[in-house]
């Protein structure tokens, strides 16, 4: 699958610009950790995986992760992508794992991307430019800010890692900084 193929399967889904953004995001920080892991000559199929990982949320929210598998299959979409953007949702509302370290990448990122966009949007800078790690910290721990991030996925995503959750999050600003 090609990106514009990807992405003209995204907009036939979903309208909300915020949803169409947010996929977006996530798949420019699926390339940057695919180029940082050494998955380079992965980092299109990570991007397609990223940019279609919440394909069926805006109108199937209660179907999520399980609806898009539907949607994908009749499109004759590649069963590695229709796993891996499936797989985001383990524990959730799919018993699907997150096996390889792109699927590990994405669960862990989806969520930790919302929470430092909403930090980001606090500053006075409006900018992850400037963003440190301890300000994304202060605001995992206070539960009431963006409450619909789930700061468990988010841990579950560093562990499936092996990663702390500090490096976890700044590796993703780090991320988010190069766009």
Known sequence: MKR??????????????????????????MRYFAEKLGYGDEKEFWGIVGLLHDLDFEQFPEQHCIKSQEIMRERGVDEKIIHA??????????????????????????????????????????????????????KFKAKGFAAGCDREVIKRGADMLGWSLDDLIQQTIEALKTF
């Not at 514009?4 to 947010?22: R, V």
């Not at 800078?125 to 790690?133: A, G, H, I």
């Open 4 to 29: 514009e193929e990807a992405w003209d399967l995204l907009t036939e889904y979903n309208q909300e610009e915020f949803h169409l953004k947010h996929g977006q995001i996530v798949e420019k920080t």
């Open 85 to 138: 953007t499936a797989s985001h949702g383990y524990a959730i509302t799919v018993d699907i794992k997150p096996e390889h370290e792109m699927e590990k990448v994405l669960y862990a990122v989806d969520e930790l991307t919302g929470l430092i966009g909403a930090v980001v949007l606090m500053r006075p800078s409006k900018s992850v430019q400037d963003l440190e790690l301890k300000s994304v910290k202060k």
